[in-house]
């Protein structure tokens, strides 16, 4: 069970109270909620349902806090174009098109487009060359093979008994 779920069988059980009851005040008074409150969720569950006592998020978005679409994409596309970049260098190549955003500006781009690591823009980019069939650049299928081989260099060691390796550090 969710604690959504819990919040709307608590906001029910206040419901169910005060029919059972017949006395709102009383089923108020019992599970410490208002007579308001009791009124508009009771409204809000004629009109709804049970997704009528879902929680609702009060926070509004800030869209001057944002960059605009177009930069957003251009940030994205440099993370495709450029994957083995950090989010300074990407904010300087995009410096060097034009586009004016901060290193921390470029992250939050990232971060909104579930890109904000290497190994993500890494998988990012082979899917969409999976999906899309394109071509990739030698920045690309450097950074990829640069991946591979770490992943390979993690790997088990071969070695000729157990505690060599730790035998010829001593």
């Not at 019992?30 to 004629?46: A, H, I, P, Q, V």
């Not at 069939?133 to 770490?150: D, M, P, R, V």
Request: proline letters at 3%.
């Amino acid at each position: 069970m969710t604690t959504q779920d819990k919040l709307i069988k608590g906001k029910l059980n206040l419901l169910e109270l005060g029919n059972y009851l017949g006395n709102v005040s009383e089923a108020c008074r019992t599970l410490g909620y208002s007579r308001d409150t009791f009124y508009r969720l009771k409204k809000r569950y004629e009109e709804n349902g049970l997704e009528g006592l879902r929680e609702i998020s009060r926070r509004k978005p800030n869209p001057r806090n944002r960059v605009s679409e177009e930069i957003e994409a251009a940030v994205v596309q440099v993370a495709f174009d450029y994957p083995a970049y950090g989010q300074v260098r990407a904010a300087a190549k995009l410096l060097e098109q034009g586009i004016s955003i901060s290193p921390a500006g470029v992250r939050g781009v990232w971060q909104r487009n579930e890109l904000e690591t290497m190994k993500k823009r890494l998988r990012a980019l082979e899917e969409k060359a999976a999906k899309e069939g394109i071509t990739l650049t030698e920045n690309q299928i450097q950074a990829l093979e640069k991946a591979q081989q770490e992943k390979e260099a993690h790997g088990e060691i071969e070695t000729e008994h157990p505690g060599y390796l730790g035998a010829q550090d001593t």
